[in-house]
């Protein structure tokens, strides 16, 4: 079926596939360098997981089509003209027609992999925001727009991103904090909704229910969700201080309750059932790193974060070129 320069690509841009959704994705969330430039890092892990997926999908799609056209936009346009013409396999063996089987499958799980995760997570976010309103202190909302004040005595704090957006927090959060701290609580929760870090993860999500077997899958998971919360601090401290901030997640953490800045996990029957609808936790010692984070900053320098950005470009650059530029 293939002898020539299209069976190079296709490996090629397979096995970029699996060192990027590998070794090179465990690599980046072992690295300590994120948390010093979180927007730059947080886009790389974007590009290397879009890279992974054309190259996953790439590499059979290479092997379906080489033989109806010199590179991929012209395969594909006399792979849709033969289909409109009633004979879609013309010129193809069918091994290619397998390979394209193969491509169309990996396309299509990725594809409801992520349409499962919208709306799941557009479930929940529903279920939750019903869930508040049962919580929320009187059934109203803080004299702040958009906040909604859960009566629990754990310190709870986080966002309910969408249409209905609102920050949630709790009395327990209220009780412990000064008030310029919550107020960069606050800012913090705010960060996160103006940025849309949801849409951020959700990638990750799906990549992880698709590819969830390679080491470097699982940890992007996780590696994107700290960065999101180190990129909302940073965008906090625009409107608050550093001290303050740091200060009201030290409390958070020292107090051995749930951290600021995390969808909340506590004991106890109702917080039990915002727990089931919420979704995930982060642990004292990863808020005290945050803490220490800002305390002592020491962000990237330009030219490092302009690397970055140049790196995140090559992987989806590379195989998107060689895709373009073809097989013959």
Same mark, same amino acid.
Request: hydrophobic share 55%; charged share 20%.
């Given at each position: 079926m293939t002898t020539g320069p299209e069976l190079a690509l296709a490996a090629a841009?397979?096995?970029?596939?699996?060192?990027?959704?590998?070794?090179?994705?465990?690599?980046?969330?072992?690295?300590?360098?994120?948390?010093?430039?979180?927007?730059?890092?947080?886009?790389?892990w974007q590009a290397l997981c879009l890279g992974a997926g054309l190259s996953f999908i790439g590499a059979p799609l290479v092997l379906a089509l080489h033989p109806v056209g010199p590179d991929l936009p012209h395969a594909l346009w006399t792979f849709v003209v033969n289909t409109l013409e009633g004979r879609p396999f013309d010129g193809m063996a069918w091994g290619n027609v397998l390979a394209g089987f193969i491509a169309g499958t990996i396309a299509l799980i990725l594809t409801v992999a992520l349409a499962v995760s919208f709306f799941r997570t557009m479930r929940r976010r529903r279920a939750h925001r019903q869930v508040i309103d049962l919580l929320a202190a009187a059934g109203d909302e803080n004299a702040l727009a958009g906040i909604s004040v859960v009566d629990h005595p754990s310190a709870l704090a986080y966002t309910l991103p969408g249409w209905h957006a609102r920050v949630v927090l709790s009395a327990?959060? +209220?009780?412990? %904090?000064?008030? $310029?701290?919550?107020?960069?609580?606050?800012?913090? &929760?705010? !960060?996160?909704?103006?940025?849309? @870090?949801?849409?951020?993860?959700?990638?990750?999500?799906?990549?992880?229910?698709? +590819?969830?077997? %390679?080491?470097? $899958?699982?940890?992007?998971?996780?590696?994107?969700? &700290?960065? !999101?919360?180190?990129?909302?601090? @940073?965008?906090?401290l625009a409107r608050c201080r550093r001290q303050d901030l740091a200060s009201a997640l030290a409390k958070v953490a020292i107090a051995g309750v749930e951290p600021v800045g995390v969808e909340p996990g506590v004991a106890g029957p109702p917080a039990r059932a915002v727990s089931k609808i919420a979704g995930g936790e982060s642990s004292p010692g990863q808020v005290l790193k945050r803490v220490n984070r800002l305390l002592e900053p020491a962000a990237l320098g330009a030219p490092a974060r302009a690397a970055v950005y140049l790196l995140a470009l090559s992987l989806i650059g590379l195989p998107t070129a060689m895709l373009l530029f073809g097989w013959r």
């Open positions: 841009l397979l096995f970029g596939g699996i060192i990027a959704a590998g070794p090179a994705s465990a690599a980046l969330a072992r690295a300590n360098w994120p948390t010093r430039a979180p927007r730059p890092a947080l886009v790389l327990g959060l +209220l009780d412990l %904090l000064e008030p $310029v701290e919550l107020g960069a609580v606050i800012e913090h &929760e705010r !960060a996160h909704l103006r940025v849309r @870090d949801d849409l951020v993860q959700l990638p990750f999500q799906t990549w992880a229910a698709g +590819l969830g077997p %390679l080491p470097g $899958v699982r940890q992007a998971r996780a590696a994107v969700a &700290e960065l !999101a919360e180190m990129l909302a601090d @940073d965008i906090a």
